[in-house]
Each structure stands twice: as structure tokens, then as C-alpha cells.
């Protein structure tokens, strides 16, 4: 039985605080915002109760057995973690030490659960379900006032701008790929071997040789470095091709005794992993012998740059610091207030240009109007956007034309309202970097 939220509470959570001294104990006026937001979107308690919803739970509104957590406290608790950064670990301890902390995730003076129960429960919440959170955070910012009277985020203007964050891998060459691959395949491959009693098939540990090999590229220097790099590479790709050679010759028989197994969650466990594992390791084996040994040049859709997080992608913004990327393009809009009216995931490196049109039309779609003022950066500019922009109802747009100017255009660019739409533009990449270095978007784990 698991509850959306406590209704009737215990004597001391209801007087909380008056047990304490005056003066003792300040709330965080940060928390007391965030939970007073919560409390106006009940909705979403339903939405965190279906996903908390087991598929073995025949009868959810069942009196019988022991409450557990609520899906308030889950929510909230997700929130919290997300907010402060904790570990699991770190989290409960800060959670069982804090009165803020407790008031906030609605536990009260109970004890709190073990940190791999509150895992379990906060990861069985889907993205779709955070993003419809948001949804209803964005309406109730357009019927909520802010200290001057007005809503806290009218629409009526938005600007954007495109950040990279990075997939959780090490930087990729070949010949880290093609070891890993020996090393993963051969892990399972010797699991099935000493623990599934699979022996009939040629086995060999290429682990340390591949290890080697892998070494020896990396750390060859000079003027033959190169010569002596193509024959490594020839040396660590037999190896790794043999790896490939005998999880293949093990697969079917894994296949089979999973059939006759269905149960064994282990022989499912081997069967996936190598479905999964040898067709990277043929794309990382192909791929070297194309860039390395036959020396062409690979389009970036067809390289993989990691068997672990294979769909990162290698993204190049023409930027001095960091001309190569790995991980996901991501778009950003916001108003006024600096809220995030808008966020989008890509897949590839799609041009900056491409993505306008998409979030004007979403922005019209949640406020019921479009933007008076829109502002963008260079890599946003289009002819057809500044015209489609206008014709769907924008007044002012601040986009820089990039290359030589004409004078009519360095004139435009140079009027006032232009420069501050600018000046407001440039507000997004403090919200960007406080993303990055606060709530961990920096590098995704």
C-alpha cells in the first residue's frame, strides 16, 4: 500500500517547530518557495503514484500491509537531491541531520528509509513525468504574481541558446575502443564459462595482451611513431577479432540454454550482453581498420566513440577552447524571469537555424501568443526565420547576421533596441552555467 501523500500526521510533525526555541531555527525561504509551489500542483502526485505503481501491485487501493513512502516524499526527496547534488549516501544522512531538510521532504520526525530504498523508488519515475511536472510549473508561473504585480513569466519576450553536455566516457581513440571490447566480451564470456558451466566452445583471455597493445599505441612518440602504431593496430585488431570469433561461436549455445531456461536471469543477463556488445565491437573493429590502417576519413555518423554510451555524438561548434565535443546538443529558452520555457534534446549536430521556427511555435502553444521580442545569437540567423519570426507575430528580433554587412544592416544591428535585446540575450548564458556547474549538466552520468 503506498499513499500519495501523509493526511493525517502525527502530534509532533503537525507542530513541527514549536518545540523549538525562538530564534533557534530559520527556514530556508528557498525551500519554503519551492515547497509552497509543489503544494499549488497537486496533480502531479498522480502522476509520481503511477510510476511508483508496481506491475505485481493487484490492487493499488489495498488497506492491507505496511505504508510506504508516499509519493509526495519521493518527489520531493528527487527534487532535493537534484537541487544539492548528494550521493544517495549523502543524501539520507543530510535528510536524518536536517530540520529544513525533513520539513521539506515531508518525513517528519519518522525515520528516514535506507538510501537504496529511496534509489529504487526515485528512479522508477519517467521523463515524461518530470517534463509534464514542468508543464504545469510553466502555467502556474503565467497566473502567479511575482513582488511588482505581474506574472511571474508573461511570454513576451524569450531568448535561446544551445549548450553541449557531455556523455559520461574518457576520450576516444581506437584503441581504447577495441580494448574494452576484448575486456566486456571476455567478462561475460568467462562468466559462462565458471558460472553457467558453458565450456564447450574455444576459449581464450586476451584481456592482457589487448591491455598491452592498448598501452603501447598510446605511449608511442617520435618520427617511426606512426609506423609503429599501424602494426600495434594490426596486433590489437587480431586480437580483438578473435574475441569477436568466440563470443559468436558461444552465443547460440547461451541462446539455447536461456530457451530452455526462461527463468535464469542470469543466462538472459549473458544473452543481452553479448547481443549488445558484439555488434559494437565489429562497428569499433571496422572502423579502426577504415580510419587507421586503410586511412579514411570516417563521417561522423557512422563512428562510435564509446561501446558503453553508444549513442554520444561528436559535435564540432567551431569553438577555440573545445573544438570537438561528446555528448548531446541541447536548446534553451527563456523569458524575463529567467525560467526555462523551453528545453529539447538532439540527436547528430543540427544547425542552431534549424531549431527557431520549432520552439516559436511551442512558445505560442503555452503562453497563446508569440514573443514580442525574441533574441538569439549568431547561429540562429536565417533570412526565412527573421521573416517567418515576424509573420508569426514577433515585433523585435535580435539576431546578428554573421559575415560582411551591409550598411543598411550594420545600421539595423546598431540601433538601440537591437543591442539591448542583446545585453538581455547574454542573461541566458548565466542560466546555462548555472546549470552546468550546480546541477550537474555538465557531464551526464
Not at 549488445?276 to 565489429?282: D, E, V
Not at 508569426?392 to 535580435?398: L, N, P, W
Not at 539595423?412 to 548555472?434: P, T
Request: glycine content about 6%; aromatic content about 8%; hydrophobic content about 35%.
Amino acid at each position: 500500500m503506498r499513499l500519495k501523500q501523509e493526511i493525517q500526521l502525527t502530534i509532533p510533525d503537525q507542530n513541527f517547530l514549536d518545540w523549538l526555541p525562538k530564534g533557534t531555527f530559520t527556514p530556508d525561504p528557498e525551500l519554503l518557495k519551492m515547497s509552497e509551489i509543489l503544494d499549488s500542483i497537486p496533480q502531479a502526485l498522480n502522476l509520481v503514484a503511477a510510476d511508483l505503481l508496481k506491475e505485481t501491485d493487484a490492487n493499488p487501493n489495498s488497506k492491507i500491509g505496511r505504508p510506504g513512502i508516499t509519493a509526495e516524499q519521493v518527489l520531493r526527496t528527487a527534487i532535493l537531491k537534484q537541487k544539492k547534488g548528494y550521493s544517495y549516501r549523502e543524501l539520507v544522512k543530510r535528510i536524518d541531520d536536517s530540520i529544513d531538510y525533513r520539513r521539506f521532504t515531508r518525513f517528519g520526525f519518522v525515520p528516514i528509509p535506507h538510501f537504496s530504498a529511496l534509489e529504487k523508488l526515485i528512479i522508477r519515475i519517467r521523463p515524461e513525468t518530470y517534463d509534464q511536472i514542468d508543464d504545469m510549473v510553466k502555467k502556474l508561473a503565467q497566473t502567479t504574481e511575482g513582488a511588482d504585480g505581474k506574472p511571474v513569466e508573461d511570454g513576451k519576450s524569450l531568448r535561446l541558446d544551445c549548450c553541449v553536455v557531455e556523455t559520461d566516457i574518457v576520450y576516444p581513440i581506437d584503441a581504447r575502443l577495441l580494448n574494452d571490447s576484448v575486456r566486456v566480451l571476455t567478462r561475460i564470456l568467462t562468466f559462462c564459462r565458471n558460472d553457467m558451466g558453458i565450456k564447450d566452445f574455444n576459449f581464450a583471455n586476451r584481456t592482457r595482451r589487448a591491455k598491452k597493445r592498448a598501452y603501447q599505441i598510446v605511449l608511442q612518440k617520435g618520427p617511426g611513431a606512426v609506423k609503429k602504431r599501424r602494426k600495434l593496430y594490426r596486433s590489437l585488431l587480431q586480437v580483438t577479432q578473435e574475441v569477436i570469433n568466440m563470443a559468436e561461436e558461444v552465443f547460440p549455445r547461451i541462446r539455447e540454454a536461456w530457451e530452455a531456461d526462461p527463468d535464469n536471469y542470469d543466462l538472459e543477463g549473458a544473452v543481452s550482453g553479448l547481443e549488445h556488445f558484439i555488434p559494437l565491437a565489429r562497428q569499433a573493429v571496422n572502423q579502426c581498420q577504415r580510419r587507421v590502417l586503410n586511412g579514411e576519413k570516417v563521417p561522423a555518423e557512422e563512428k562510435i566513440v564509446s561501446i558503453f554510451e553508444e549513442h554520444t555524438d561528436i559535435i564540432c561548434r567551431g569553438k577555440s577552447g573545445s573544438p570537438t565535443e561528446f555528448g548531446h546538443k541541447i536548446l534553451f529558452a527563456t523569458g524575463r524571469s529567467g525560467m526555462i520555457t523551453h528545453h529539447n534534446i538532439f540527436r547528430g549536430n543540427p544547425g542552431d537555424n534549424t531549431m527557431l521556427l520549432k520552439v516559436l511555435d511551442e512558445h505560442i502553444g503555452l503562453f497563446g501568443q508569440a514573443p514580442e521580442e525574441l533574441a538569439g545569437d549568431r547561429r540562429f540567423f536565417s533570412a526565412l526565420n527573421e521573416k517567418a519570426a515576424s509573420e508569426k507575430g514577433v515585433k523585435f528580433v535580435s539576431i546578428p547576421k554573421p559575415g560582411k554587412l551591409s550598411a543598411a544592416r550594420k545600421a539595423w544591428q546598431k540601433s538601440r533596441w537591437f543591442k539591448e535585446l542583446q545585453r538581455f540575450r547574454a542573461g541566458i548564458e548565466g542560466n546555462i552555467s548555472n546549470l552546468l556547474r550546480n546541477f550537474g549538466l555538465k557531464r551526464c552520468l
